[in-house]
């Protein structure tokens, strides 16, 4: 979830809430409400967000398009019952691997 990441960005940068919420013209309260995915940003905070870390909008919402089909990491694990052929599931999985 978005909130799981977030909150891993923020502190590997050794940055506080009330930092990020500078940075991004919010409070420090939303910036609580998003790490603990008890709210959604809006998509203009996702991608404040994801320029101020430098990483993709997909990175944060943990959502992956392949080949026409959306992957997020709540259905991930469910890759193996889609319908899609053996490749196909492999280059999903090797890229959802790269991109953790």
């Known amino acids: 979830m978005i909130g799981e990441r977030l909150f891993k960005m923020r502190k590997e940068r050794k ?20 790490e603990n995915n008890k709210s959604v940003p ?23 398009i392949y080949a026409g089909h959306c992957f997020t990491g709540e259905n991930i694990d469910r890759i193996g019952e889609r319908d899609l052929p053996g490749a196909m599931k492999r280059k999903i999985i090797k890229e959802i691997i790269r991109r953790r």
């Open 15 to 34: 940055m506080k809430q009330e930092e990020l919420a500078e940075i991004l013209s919010l409070s420090k309260y939303s910036i609580s409400l998003y």
């Open 42 to 64: 809006s998509m203009e905070t996702l991608c404040k967000i994801a320029e101020t870390f430098d990483v993709s909008v997909d990175y944060l919402k943990e959502q992956w």
